[in-house]
Protein backbone atom coordinates (compact mmCIF):
# COMPACT_ATOMS: atom_id res chain seq x y z
CA UNK A 1 0.00 0.00 0.00
CA UNK A 2 0.99 3.81 -0.71
CA UNK A 3 1.75 5.29 3.02
CA UNK A 4 0.78 8.51 1.19
CA UNK A 5 -2.83 6.44 0.58
CA UNK A 6 -4.45 6.86 3.95
CA UNK A 7 -8.02 8.30 5.38
CA UNK A 8 -6.32 10.62 7.37
CA UNK A 9 -4.64 12.12 4.30
CA UNK A 10 -7.87 11.83 2.09
CA UNK A 11 -9.78 14.02 4.81
CA UNK A 12 -6.83 16.55 5.36
CA UNK A 13 -6.23 17.01 1.30
CA UNK A 14 -10.05 17.65 0.81
CA UNK A 15 -10.25 20.14 3.45
CA UNK A 16 -10.93 23.25 0.83
CA UNK A 17 -13.29 21.22 -0.52
CA UNK A 18 -15.00 20.48 2.58
CA UNK A 19 -15.71 24.07 3.33
CA UNK A 20 -16.66 24.96 -0.23
CA UNK A 21 -18.96 21.78 0.22
CA UNK A 22 -20.44 23.16 3.52
CA UNK A 23 -21.08 26.33 1.81
CA UNK A 24 -22.82 25.17 -1.44
CA UNK A 25 -24.80 23.03 0.68
CA UNK A 26 -26.15 25.92 2.71
CA UNK A 27 -26.80 27.14 -0.99
CA UNK A 28 -28.68 24.35 -2.05
CA UNK A 29 -30.65 23.92 1.68
CA UNK A 30 -31.47 27.57 1.31
CA UNK A 31 -32.46 26.87 -2.63
CA UNK A 32 -34.61 23.97 -2.31
CA UNK A 33 -36.49 25.42 1.01
CA UNK A 34 -37.05 28.27 -1.27
CA UNK A 35 -38.73 26.15 -4.23
CA UNK A 36 -41.12 24.63 -1.94
CA UNK A 37 -39.57 21.64 -0.52
CA UNK A 38 -39.95 19.66 2.94
CA UNK A 39 -36.57 19.97 4.99
CA UNK A 40 -36.82 16.28 4.95
CA UNK A 41 -36.77 16.12 1.03
CA UNK A 42 -33.81 18.36 0.50
CA UNK A 43 -31.82 16.05 3.33
CA UNK A 44 -32.92 13.21 2.05
CA UNK A 45 -31.93 14.20 -1.52
CA UNK A 46 -28.12 15.47 0.19
CA UNK A 47 -27.89 12.26 2.52
CA UNK A 48 -28.69 9.81 -0.24
CA UNK A 49 -27.52 11.80 -3.98
CA UNK A 50 -24.58 13.90 -2.73
CA UNK A 51 -24.22 15.92 -5.94
CA UNK A 52 -24.76 19.11 -6.37
CA UNK A 53 -24.97 18.90 -10.09
CA UNK A 54 -28.09 16.46 -10.19
CA UNK A 55 -29.66 18.34 -7.02
CA UNK A 56 -29.87 21.53 -8.18
CA UNK A 57 -30.53 20.14 -11.39
CA UNK A 58 -33.60 18.55 -9.32
CA UNK A 59 -34.69 22.04 -8.46
CA UNK A 60 -34.60 23.66 -12.01
CA UNK A 61 -36.70 20.23 -13.61
CA UNK A 62 -38.73 19.35 -10.21
CA UNK A 63 -40.26 23.00 -9.36
CA UNK A 64 -40.80 24.05 -12.85
CA UNK A 65 -43.47 22.81 -15.28
CA UNK A 66 -41.19 19.29 -16.19
CA UNK A 67 -42.84 16.19 -14.92
CA UNK A 68 -41.27 13.83 -12.45
CA UNK A 69 -39.79 11.28 -15.51
CA UNK A 70 -38.48 14.08 -17.23
CA UNK A 71 -36.77 15.53 -13.34
CA UNK A 72 -35.60 11.34 -12.87
CA UNK A 73 -33.97 11.51 -16.42
CA UNK A 74 -32.46 14.92 -15.76
CA UNK A 75 -30.93 13.79 -12.31
CA UNK A 76 -29.40 10.78 -13.84
CA UNK A 77 -27.79 12.37 -17.28
CA UNK A 78 -26.36 15.00 -14.16
CA UNK A 79 -24.38 11.63 -12.66
CA UNK A 80 -23.67 9.79 -15.58
CA UNK A 81 -19.80 11.18 -15.26
CA UNK A 82 -19.47 8.93 -12.36
CA UNK A 83 -19.49 6.00 -15.20
CA UNK A 84 -16.26 6.45 -16.82
CA UNK A 85 -14.75 7.58 -13.23
CA UNK A 86 -16.13 4.07 -11.79
CA UNK A 87 -14.20 2.35 -14.77
CA UNK A 88 -10.81 4.11 -14.20
CA UNK A 89 -11.03 3.68 -10.34
CA UNK A 90 -12.46 -0.12 -10.17
CA UNK A 91 -9.73 -1.70 -10.94
CA UNK A 92 -7.80 -0.45 -7.73
CA UNK A 93 -10.15 -0.88 -5.15
CA UNK A 94 -9.31 -3.45 -2.70
CA UNK A 95 -11.28 -6.52 -0.73
CA UNK A 96 -14.61 -8.68 -1.01
CA UNK A 97 -16.79 -7.88 -3.49
CA UNK A 98 -19.48 -6.12 -0.90
CA UNK A 99 -16.29 -3.75 -0.03
CA UNK A 100 -15.59 -3.20 -3.14
CA UNK A 101 -19.31 -2.08 -3.91
CA UNK A 102 -19.77 0.42 -0.42
CA UNK A 103 -15.87 1.59 -1.10
CA UNK A 104 -17.22 2.38 -4.93
CA UNK A 105 -19.63 4.77 -3.41
CA UNK A 106 -16.99 7.23 -2.37
CA UNK A 107 -16.94 8.18 -5.89
CA UNK A 108 -17.29 12.40 -6.10
CA UNK A 109 -15.89 14.78 -8.17
CA UNK A 110 -13.40 16.30 -5.38
CA UNK A 111 -12.88 12.93 -4.24
CA UNK A 112 -11.72 11.16 -7.46
CA UNK A 113 -10.03 14.20 -8.16
CA UNK A 114 -7.37 13.98 -5.00
CA UNK A 115 -7.39 10.13 -5.17
CA UNK A 116 -5.76 9.95 -8.74
CA UNK A 117 -2.12 9.78 -8.35
CA UNK A 118 -1.34 11.47 -12.01
CA UNK A 119 -0.20 8.05 -13.84
CA UNK A 120 -4.31 6.79 -14.30
CA UNK A 121 -3.90 4.96 -11.19
CA UNK A 122 -5.65 5.68 -7.93
CA UNK A 123 -5.66 5.98 -3.97
CA UNK A 124 -8.54 3.86 -2.32
CA UNK A 125 -7.99 5.35 1.06
CA UNK A 126 -7.68 8.73 -0.18
CA UNK A 127 -10.87 8.53 -1.87
CA UNK A 128 -12.83 7.33 0.93
CA UNK A 129 -11.58 10.05 3.35
CA UNK A 130 -12.17 12.47 1.31
CA UNK A 131 -15.78 11.63 1.17
CA UNK A 132 -16.07 10.85 4.73
CA UNK A 133 -15.24 14.29 5.14
CA UNK A 134 -17.11 16.35 2.61
CA UNK A 135 -20.31 13.87 3.18
CA UNK A 136 -21.11 15.27 6.83
CA UNK A 137 -20.67 18.34 5.30
CA UNK A 138 -23.14 18.67 2.63
CA UNK A 139 -26.22 17.01 4.43
CA UNK A 140 -25.27 19.69 7.37
CA UNK A 141 -24.49 22.89 5.27
CA UNK A 142 -28.16 21.38 3.40
CA UNK A 143 -29.63 21.37 7.27
CA UNK A 144 -28.52 25.06 7.44
CA UNK A 145 -29.11 26.43 4.54
CA UNK A 146 -32.93 24.98 5.66
CA UNK A 147 -33.40 25.71 8.55
CA UNK A 148 -32.09 29.21 8.83
CA UNK A 149 -33.05 30.28 5.48
CA UNK A 150 -29.23 31.33 4.90
CA UNK A 151 -30.47 34.08 2.51
CA UNK A 152 -28.37 33.35 -1.06
CA UNK A 153 -27.18 36.76 -1.52
CA UNK A 154 -24.84 36.73 1.52
CA UNK A 155 -23.25 33.95 0.50
CA UNK A 156 -22.32 35.38 -2.70
CA UNK A 157 -21.30 39.12 -1.27
CA UNK A 158 -18.84 37.34 0.59
CA UNK A 159 -17.38 35.93 -2.11
CA UNK A 160 -17.78 32.51 -0.49
CA UNK A 161 -19.08 31.06 -3.62
CA UNK A 162 -16.08 31.19 -5.36
CA UNK A 163 -13.85 28.82 -3.10
CA UNK A 164 -15.10 26.13 -5.28
CA UNK A 165 -13.91 27.51 -8.55
CA UNK A 166 -10.90 28.59 -7.50
CA UNK A 167 -10.29 24.96 -5.40
CA UNK A 168 -10.90 23.16 -8.98
CA UNK A 169 -8.47 25.56 -10.82
CA UNK A 170 -5.94 25.11 -8.40
CA UNK A 171 -6.24 21.41 -8.32
CA UNK A 172 -5.81 21.85 -12.06
CA UNK A 173 -2.84 23.61 -12.47
CA UNK A 174 -1.53 20.98 -10.18
CA UNK A 175 -2.71 18.17 -12.30
CA UNK A 176 -1.62 19.66 -15.88
CA UNK A 177 1.48 19.60 -15.56
CA UNK A 178 2.60 18.40 -19.37
CA UNK A 179 1.49 20.02 -23.19
CA UNK A 180 -0.72 17.88 -23.63
CA UNK A 181 -3.12 17.30 -20.60
CA UNK A 182 -3.10 20.41 -20.85
CA UNK A 183 -4.36 20.78 -24.64
CA UNK A 184 -7.03 17.95 -23.22
CA UNK A 185 -8.28 20.25 -20.49
CA UNK A 186 -8.12 23.47 -22.66
CA UNK A 187 -10.31 21.12 -24.68
CA UNK A 188 -12.55 20.09 -21.97
CA UNK A 189 -13.07 23.73 -21.02
CA UNK A 190 -14.51 24.70 -24.39
CA UNK A 191 -16.57 21.70 -24.38
CA UNK A 192 -18.65 22.34 -21.28
CA UNK A 193 -18.75 26.49 -21.84
CA UNK A 194 -20.59 25.30 -25.40
CA UNK A 195 -22.74 22.65 -24.20
CA UNK A 196 -23.68 24.47 -20.96
CA UNK A 197 -26.00 26.98 -23.46
CA UNK A 198 -27.98 24.04 -24.88
CA UNK A 199 -27.82 20.98 -21.57
CA UNK A 200 -27.88 21.04 -18.05
CA UNK A 201 -24.31 21.53 -16.10
CA UNK A 202 -24.37 17.37 -15.12
CA UNK A 203 -24.53 16.78 -18.88
CA UNK A 204 -21.84 19.28 -20.01
CA UNK A 205 -19.42 17.33 -16.91
CA UNK A 206 -19.77 14.25 -18.68
CA UNK A 207 -18.68 15.38 -22.15
CA UNK A 208 -15.96 17.14 -20.44
CA UNK A 209 -15.09 13.68 -19.02
CA UNK A 210 -15.60 12.13 -22.56
CA UNK A 211 -12.56 14.34 -23.66
CA UNK A 212 -10.24 12.11 -21.81
CA UNK A 213 -10.93 9.48 -24.74
CA UNK A 214 -7.92 11.98 -26.55
CA UNK A 215 -5.45 9.77 -24.76
CA UNK A 216 -6.03 7.10 -27.20
CA UNK A 217 -4.12 9.66 -29.53
CA UNK A 218 -0.87 9.00 -29.92
CA UNK A 219 -0.52 12.93 -29.92
CA UNK A 220 -2.03 13.04 -26.47
CA UNK A 221 0.80 10.46 -24.80
CA UNK A 222 2.27 11.62 -22.05
CA UNK A 223 6.08 13.07 -22.92
CA UNK A 224 9.18 10.82 -22.66
CA UNK A 225 10.92 11.71 -19.51
CA UNK B 1 -44.34 11.86 -2.62
CA UNK B 2 -43.47 12.66 -5.89
CA UNK B 3 -40.30 14.29 -5.55
CA UNK B 4 -38.96 11.83 -2.85
CA UNK B 5 -39.70 9.08 -5.36
CA UNK B 6 -37.69 11.09 -8.22
CA UNK B 7 -34.86 11.78 -5.17
CA UNK B 8 -34.58 8.01 -4.41
CA UNK B 9 -34.83 6.77 -7.77
CA UNK B 10 -31.79 9.68 -9.15
CA UNK B 11 -29.80 8.17 -6.10
CA UNK B 12 -30.26 4.58 -7.04
CA UNK B 13 -29.16 5.51 -10.93
CA UNK B 14 -25.93 7.17 -9.14
CA UNK B 15 -24.74 4.25 -7.13
CA UNK B 16 -25.00 1.57 -9.46
CA UNK B 17 -23.20 3.91 -11.83
CA UNK B 18 -20.67 4.79 -9.26
CA UNK B 19 -20.49 0.56 -9.12
CA UNK B 20 -20.53 -0.48 -12.74
CA UNK B 21 -16.72 -0.65 -13.39
CA UNK B 22 -16.44 -3.35 -10.65
CA UNK B 23 -18.32 -5.46 -13.34
CA UNK B 24 -15.02 -5.51 -15.25
CA UNK B 25 -13.91 -9.40 -15.64
CA UNK B 26 -10.22 -9.28 -15.54
CA UNK B 27 -8.51 -7.93 -12.10
CA UNK B 28 -5.86 -5.21 -11.95
CA UNK B 29 -5.67 -1.99 -13.36
CA UNK B 30 -5.56 -2.04 -17.20
CA UNK B 31 -2.11 -2.94 -19.22
CA UNK B 32 -3.01 -0.80 -22.44
CA UNK B 33 -0.82 2.19 -22.22
CA UNK B 34 -3.74 4.32 -24.30
CA UNK B 35 -6.27 3.81 -21.48
CA UNK B 36 -4.15 3.78 -18.74
CA UNK B 37 -3.32 7.28 -20.63
CA UNK B 38 -7.40 8.14 -20.96
CA UNK B 39 -7.59 7.29 -16.96
CA UNK B 40 -4.86 9.77 -16.48
CA UNK B 41 -6.25 12.91 -18.37
CA UNK B 42 -9.80 12.24 -16.94
CA UNK B 43 -8.89 14.19 -13.86
CA UNK B 44 -7.85 17.12 -15.82
CA UNK B 45 -10.43 17.01 -17.96
CA UNK B 46 -12.77 16.89 -15.35
CA UNK B 47 -11.31 19.31 -13.23
CA UNK B 48 -11.64 22.07 -16.44
CA UNK B 49 -15.66 21.31 -16.73
CA UNK B 50 -15.85 22.13 -12.86
CA UNK B 51 -14.41 25.13 -13.16
CA UNK B 52 -16.57 26.57 -16.47
CA UNK B 53 -19.50 25.04 -14.38
CA UNK B 54 -18.95 26.66 -10.78
CA UNK B 55 -18.07 30.07 -13.48
CA UNK B 56 -21.28 29.12 -14.45
CA UNK B 57 -23.86 32.45 -13.70
CA UNK B 58 -27.17 31.49 -12.45
CA UNK B 59 -30.30 33.54 -14.44
CA UNK B 60 -28.27 37.04 -15.35
CA UNK B 61 -25.14 36.44 -16.62
CA UNK B 62 -23.62 32.90 -18.51
CA UNK B 63 -20.23 33.48 -16.89
CA UNK B 64 -20.65 35.09 -13.64
CA UNK B 65 -17.23 37.31 -14.20
CA UNK B 66 -16.81 38.05 -10.40
CA UNK B 67 -16.08 34.45 -9.91
CA UNK B 68 -14.15 33.79 -12.89
CA UNK B 69 -12.14 37.05 -11.76
CA UNK B 70 -11.51 34.97 -8.28
CA UNK B 71 -10.87 31.57 -9.73
CA UNK B 72 -8.34 33.35 -12.14
CA UNK B 73 -6.57 35.13 -8.94
CA UNK B 74 -6.34 31.79 -7.10
CA UNK B 75 -5.05 29.96 -9.87
CA UNK B 76 -2.81 32.79 -10.64
CA UNK B 77 -1.46 32.54 -6.94
CA UNK B 78 -1.17 29.26 -7.13
CA UNK B 79 0.86 28.96 -10.25
CA UNK B 80 3.05 31.17 -8.24
CA UNK B 81 3.39 28.01 -5.70
CA UNK B 82 2.12 29.52 -2.89
CA UNK B 83 -0.06 27.35 -0.52
CA UNK B 84 -3.57 25.78 -1.20
CA UNK B 85 -5.76 27.78 1.35
CA UNK B 86 -4.22 31.11 0.22
CA UNK B 87 -5.11 30.71 -3.28
CA UNK B 88 -8.64 29.72 -2.05
CA UNK B 89 -8.30 33.70 0.13
CA UNK B 90 -7.57 35.13 -2.42
CA UNK B 91 -10.13 33.41 -4.53
CA UNK B 92 -12.89 34.64 -2.56
CA UNK B 93 -11.32 37.98 -1.82
CA UNK B 94 -11.01 39.11 -5.59
CA UNK B 95 -14.94 37.40 -6.00
CA UNK B 96 -15.96 39.48 -3.14
CA UNK B 97 -13.97 43.01 -4.26
CA UNK B 98 -15.56 42.53 -8.21
CA UNK B 99 -19.11 41.74 -7.00
CA UNK B 100 -18.53 45.37 -4.91
CA UNK B 101 -17.11 47.30 -7.85
CA UNK B 102 -19.95 46.00 -10.35
Redo the contacts between chains.
Sequence with gaps: MNPDDTYRSGARRSAGLTVSTFVLGVSFGALARGSGWTAAEALIASTVIFSASAQLALIGVLDGPGSAPAALLTGAAALLRWLPMSLAVAPFLTGSRFRRILTSQAIVDGSFVLAATGDGSFRERTLVGATLAQWPAWIIGTAVGVAAGVNHTAITTAGLDAIAPAFFGCLLVDAARDKPTRAVAAGAAVVTVGLMLVVPPGVALLAAALTALAGLHPLAREPQQ | M??????????T???L??????L?RT????QH????????????????????????GRGTA??DP???A??????ST??LRAP??L??I????????V?LLL
Excluded: C, E, Q
Design positions: TRLLVIVGVAVGALKAVGLRDGPPPGWRRVASLLTPALLAGLVMVSVHFIALLGAAAAVRLLLALVGVITTAAR
